[in-house]
């Protein structure tokens, strides 16, 4: 074994990712406690940055709103599986949220008047869903690029210290709570152990599971996958959510604002077919539900496309110069990607893997909650799209996670701050770094004769094809069996790069080992659960349960890496389970 | 769609092992429509997985993949096959973006350049109580700036900059682009600080209105006339 370089660090605190919910963290930290932020990018690179269509906030701007519709909105959006105080701290904090990121100088689009633009979006009604309402507050249809240039620029003007193209591999803990985080440098092959006293995930989702996705190739879920391997059940796993407009086999997103702006979906045949499954709000139904009816469409044979498997968006008829103002860079990739001018053509799309509305739990306060019953593992936190609160339930509303990153990280930074005061440096156990080292060096001596692009290839297509929009008994246990056998194929896996400079062959390796065991949890506790509720849709249950199934399910892996599934229950609060109509 | 043959003629080096920078040539199957970066792609998880390069989003947004394609800046996630080997293949030459130090293959030093974004004050600054509710912009106000605040800081502009080749003090194309994007924001307070950042030596006077920033741009931004503001609100000392 090559000897590796170990770095040593004393921090109060370690932020773990910098893309919104990471950034907004550090902010609050900032002055109150010494602090690390750890990338395995550069903070700019973070997908928050390819969030396009906006961020709710009942800001009435433009039109009556209120924060109770907003929350209402959001947990009927999440199928009743949202919990309903946490729902609500979100969408009361909203409308503070966007004017400190408005002070904060995101340029958002502005009324005549001068005040923050807003728009509608899937999902967002007024007065409990009698039609869709100007909600989203917006900066043209790159919202997510300015939320993570703006809070970064706000981290260069406190001088957070960030530590670029770090990526963290592994926790220790120490006296029953969190003592140190262990990074492995890209540049340069060392590793570095930070002893502190609490650390924040804040590492984005794992949407590279799936063939078809908007996910950033990054998106690996290295977060949820460590500490799930540490023991931390992971929550809600079974609930994904697949964006209806990805563009036609790349899955790169179409944001809902073009269906906000007035975009219409249509089949072979040309018809809006939308007004068949939710006559009210038409293609502002929500995301859940508009997948799974362009899916319908094509398994009926109204499918377009060279398969015959996607349909049209369609946005001829707006007016050009709202596209150019309001869609410039959706419609230029479509442009880019497809060839197909926009103002003038339809677009082919399909749903596309979007967003993980579960993993690791946390309290409203960002804390790791590690059983059914709330307990808090002290000094670890988490949030943004790796944290489960749970504010989406089993269907996130458009607009919500770019609130959801901004209330969270907020509000995490704040108690990882506080928490960092009132404690101790926890002593560093010994050997801290020995089973990344481990890893490292069994993934560089590897004699196998698997590749990691081919294991990640095939379970990426057995994801799509067995867990995506429809699910069902038979499907899923195929999912499960073509998982475990790529686990197996996984312990054969060699690398070709056996070098200290940026081996990105190396990290690939490591993360198809954390997208393997999160496939596995969510396809475990996808088949469990015998219920159609949100995003998970199984054809051989296709009802929703509320008697047997308003619970969260929490997966952990144990010692012997089998999956064990226990639930807690929905924190329940004024607004009732009723039958999802829009 | 039919597969095309594409030769990528990579610039490779590997400080551990490599004297010196050299080429090798890779040939790959790819659809016209294809990225480059899906070719590059292609090279490390079928042939030789000791390429690196940088790269996240795939679609242009996230600005990790600035290379040299053909000898011209650009995104490897954004320039397509068709175009940069023709519809029927051929060859593609890749290499690093100029100006920074390369350390391994494609992934050059990105320190020197965030460091250039971060010496012109690129944050707002407001020191009045704006209260509870946002700051009034008019629409016309934010039109101002708006196509500064589509940077992505992928450094393509300032790494094909003439002047910043020969002079990497020069502050670049990008970070004075940041320094426009608040210039120009009508809630900013600190234009006049930023004003005589970039009114220094290794500032805006140093750019010879080549436009090469300009072509270079992912994101369409008009870098040359940015720059050309900022001198402008330099020379006559307001906005």
């Not at chain 1, 659960?529 to 399910?553: I, L, Q």
């Not at chain 2, 009508?186 to 005589?196: E, I, P």
Request: glycine content about 10%.
């Amino acid at each position: 074994m090559a000897a590796v370089e170990i770095h040593q660090h004393r921090y109060d605190a370690v932020i773990v990712g910098a893309g919104g919910a990471g950034l907004r963290a550090a902010i609050e930290t900032a002055g109150k406690c010494r602090t690390a932020v750890l990338t395995k990018l550069y903070p700019t690179r973070s997908h928050t940055g390819a969030a396009q269509g906006g961020m709710c906030a009942a800001l009435a701007n433009v039109e009556d709103d209120s924060w109770e519709w907003h929350l209402f909105d959001t947990i009927k959006g999440g199928d009743y599986l949202v919990d309903q105080p946490a729902a609500e701290i979100m969408c009361r904090e909203a409308i503070d949220a966007v004017i400190e990121l408005e002070h904060f100088g995101l340029p958002f689009n502005r009324t005549p008047e001068g005040r923050i633009d807003q728009r509608r979006f899937g999902g967002h009604t007024r007065n409990h869903g009698e039609a869709p309402v100007r909600r989203a507050c917006y900066s043209s249809d790159r919202t997510g690029h300015m939320i993570l240039q703006t809070l970064y620029q706000q981290c260069v003007a406190r001088g957070v210290t960030f530590f670029n193209e770090f990526q963290v591999l592994d926790v220790a803990f120490a006296e029953g709570r969190l003592a140190a985080v262990v990074a492995y440098e890209l540049a340069t092959g060392d590793l570095h152990v930070f002893n502190t006293k609490a650390a924040l995930f804040a590492t984005g989702g794992f949407g590279k599971m799936f063939k078809v996705s908007s996910n950033a190739h990054t998106l690996t879920g290295d977060g949820p996958g460590l500490l799930y391997r540490r023991g931390v059940p992971m929550q809600d796993m079974e609930f994904f959510q697949f964006h209806p407009t990805g563009i036609y086999k790349l899955g790169i997103l179409l944001s809902e604002a073009a269906r906000g702006e007035g975009g219409i979906l249509r089949n072979a045949s040309g018809e809006r077919f939308m007004e068949r499954y939710a006559p009210t709000v038409k293609d502002l139904a929500p995301r859940d539900m508009v997948s799974r009816a362009i899916q319908t469409e094509v398994l009926e044979g109204r499918g377009v496309g060279e398969a015959a498997d996607a349909v049209y968006l369609d946005l001829t008829h707006l007016p050009p110069e709202q596209i150019d103002e309001k869609l410039p860079d959706i419609t230029e990739f479509v442009r880019t990607y497809l060839g197909i001018e926009p103002k003038t053509a339809p677009i082919p799309i399909q749903p596309t893997a979007h967003y993980a509305m579960g993993g690791i739990p946390t309290n409203v306060s960002g804390e790791v909650v590690v059983d059914g019953g709330g307990t808090v593992f002290p000094g670890l936190y988490a949030a943004g799209e790796c944290a489960c609160v749970s504010v989406h339930g089993a269907n996130r509303l458009g607009t919500n996670s770019l609130l959801d990153i901004v209330v969270f990280g907020k509000r995490g930074g704040a108690a990882m701050a506080a928490f960092a005061a009132a404690t101790d440096l926890p002593p560093l156990p010994d050997g801290v770094a020995d089973d990344v080292v481990r890893r490292v060096d069994v993934m560089k001596s590897g004699s196998g004769s698997e590749k990691v692009g081919a294991v990640r290839a095939d379970l990426q297509a057995a994801m799509t094809e067995k867990a995506f929009v429809f699910r069902s008994e038979d499907l899923l246990a195929g999912a499960l069996s073509a998982v475990g056998d790529l686990q197996a194929r996984y312990q054969e896996v060699t690398i070709d790069d056996k070098g200290p400079t940026f081996n990105y062959d190396l990290t690939e390796a490591l993360e198809l080992g954390y997208l393997l065991d999160l496939a596995e949890a969510s396809v475990v506790s996808a088949r469990a659960r015998t219920e159609s509720r949100g995003a998970h849709f199984r054809t051989d249950h296709p009802t929703r349960d509320d008697e047997h199934w308003m619970r969260h399910t929490l997966a952990a892996r144990q010692e012997d890496g089998n999956v064990v599934l226990s639930y807690k229950p929905v924190v329940t609060g004024a607004y009732l389970p009723m039958e999802r109509k829009y | 769609m039919a597969l095309v043959d594409v030769e990528l003629k990579i610039r490779r080096y590997n400080p551990d092992v490599d004297p010196k920078p050299h080429w090798q040539t890779f040939t790959v199957k790819a659809e016209p429509t294809d990225r480059v970066l899906d070719a590059l792609h292609t090279v490390k998880w079928e042939q030789d997985g000791t390429l690196s390069f940088r790269r996240s989003c795939a679609h242009g947004v996230c600005g990790s993949d600035a290379v040299m394609i053909n000898g011209a800046n650009a995104l490897a996630c954004i320039e397509l096959v068709q175009k940069a080997a023709g519809p029927k293949g051929g060859r593609i030459t890749v290499e690093p973006i100029r100006g920074l130090p390369v350390i391994k293959d494609l992934v050059v030093d990105m320190e020197p350049f965030f460091a250039q974004y971060r010496s012109v004050l690129p944050y707002l600054v407001n020191n009045d109580d704006p209260g509870y509710t946002e700051r009034l912009q008019s629409p016309e106000e934010r039109a101002r700036y708006e196509d500064t605040t589509k940077c992505i800081l992928c450094a393509a502009c300032t790494t094909a900059c003439p002047v910043f080749w020969g002079n990497s003090g020069y502050v670049g194309p990008a970070a004075i682009v940041n320094a426009h994007r608040f210039i120009f924001d009508s809630r900013d307070q600190a234009g006049d600080q930023r004003l005589d950042i970039v009114n220094q030596r290794s500032g805006v006077w140093k750019c010879r209105t080549a436009f090469s920033c300009t072509e270079a741009c992912p994101r369409g931004i008009k870098v040359t006339q940015a720059i050309q503001e900022v001198k402008r609100a330099v020379f006559t000392d307001k906005v």
